[in-house]
């Protein structure tokens, strides 16, 4: 949103540090008038404050810096959700695979199984013996 009010601002008049500042050098200026002529501008810069004070509610407030704080939990409980099912789900795959891979019994026992007896044809079949008796 534009600033509605930018538009009708002058360099020819100062400016205050705020709007409270700025409102009571107004009301100095408007208390050093005639009294006849205190009222109407009075009224003039209420109607002004009133407008200036309502385009100002309209604008969406500044969104907040950051997640929020309940969002900040919820991913922290979901991190350490994740974490944990990891961590067992993890686990439990290594307690699987160390059992059945570093079996170190059993998998010579499989190896000599499936490839000693081949192992052992193909040394003796290239084997040349010689005996000799005394």
Not at 32 to 44: F, I, K, N, Q
């Amino acid at each position: 949103m534009t600033n509605p009010f930018r538009k009708h601002a002058s360099n020819l008049f100062a400016t205050r540090d705020d709007v409270d500042s700025a409102v009571d050098y107004a009301n100095t200026l408007i208390n050093s008038l005639p009294s006849d002529y205190r009222a109407a501008t009075m009224t003039a810069i209420m109607v002004l404050i009133n407008t200036a004070a309502a385009e100002f509610d309209k604008v969406p407030p500044a969104a907040p810096a950051g997640p929020s704080p309940e969002r900040l939990v919820l991913v922290e409980l979901i991190r350490a959700e994740i974490e944990n099912w990891a961590s067992e789900e993890l686990e439990g795959k290594m307690t699987d695979w160390a059992q059945s891979e570093l079996d170190i019994d059993q998998n010579i026992e499989n190896w000599a199984d499936n490839n000693l007896d081949d192992k052992i044809q193909d040394a003796i079949g290239n084997m040349e013996a010689t005996v000799s008796f005394r």
